[in-house]
């Protein structure tokens, strides 16, 4: 891969997008290498993912302007396909994923942190939509995500105005769950990752997805797609050695994902 590295820590890895003399911009190589990153991911014994960026001004500074200036309509909407492709397969992926944004978030890259599960932000990181004022919509899920993630009412005023926003206003309206100093963000990331990767697997994916796909329907279907992923947990190994261990009062065995 090209801009993005990979790592594999333990029961985490940890996804860079590594194009730093471009702010980590956004064009149809990295979208790829986003992709193959996913490929290289072993769902047995990877239990969280985290996405930053290289260097320390920019998680992704937006999609590449420089490819897109030139685009035909025909080719404006391929491009958009392939990134919402590629930010659609993230989002549903089955770990959990953390966006630990260190810099700026802007339109593609913005799009790029609201499609994982939990963004964490450096206190110098600034998110926005900026792409009306260049005279198009996001194109990577933003309108769709932002409005569920932040509100409607925000999400327009924050699209409509290309306003870009700092840590904390994102942290008040709820884009992203904490803010940290950036020296810390990575270790509050990697902290967060180990916690996770350190609950049960089988469970920990069924919430995922419980919680995904009860979003997109009512109440009712909602809670029916919950009793499908609870009761998939039970007559596993960890299913069956955690509550053993409950009942024992003994701590339980190491989670093996089975």
């Not at 998680?59 to 490819?67: E, L, P, T």
Request: with cysteine; aromatic share 6%.
């Amino acid at each position: 891969m090209a801009f993005v590295d990979y790592e594999v820590k333990g029961q985490y890895a940890v996804a860079t997008i590594n194009r730093p003399k471009a702010l980590n911009a956004l064009n149809d190589q990295v979208i790829t290498d986003l992709a193959e990153m996913m490929d290289k991911i072993d769902m047995d014994t990877i239990r969280c993912l985290i996405i930053t960026g290289s260097g320390e001004k920019a998680f992704v500074a937006g999609a590449d302007i420089g490819q897109m200036s030139t685009l035909t309509k025909a080719e404006g909407e391929a491009f958009g396909k392939l990134g919402n492709d590629v930010f659609r397969r993230l989002e549903t992926l089955p770990i959990p994923t953390i966006a630990a944004v260190n810099g700026f978030a802007l339109g593609g890259g913005c799009e790029l942190a609201m499609s994982c599960d939990i963004r964490l932000a450096s206190d110098t990181a600034v998110f926005g939509q900026p792409e009306v004022g260049l005279g198009i919509t996001p194109g990577f899920g933003g309108t769709q995500r932002m409005a569920r993630l932040v509100g409607p009412g925000k999400a327009k005023e924050l699209i409509y105005t290309a306003r870009n926003i700092k840590a904390p206003e994102a942290l008040e309206i709820g884009l992203v769950q904490a803010v940290y100093p950036a020296a810390e963000l990575m270790a509050a990331a990697e902290k967060m990752a180990s916690r996770i990767a350190g609950n049960a697997p089988i469970a920990v994916r069924a919430c995922k997805k419980a919680i995904n796909d009860g979003l997109q329907v009512g109440m009712d279907e909602a809670i029916v797609i919950e009793e499908q992923q609870f009761g998939g947990c039970f007559e596993s190994e960890d299913q069956k050695n955690a509550m053993a261990a409950f009942m024992e009062k003994r701590p339980h065995d190491p989670f093996v994902n089975r």
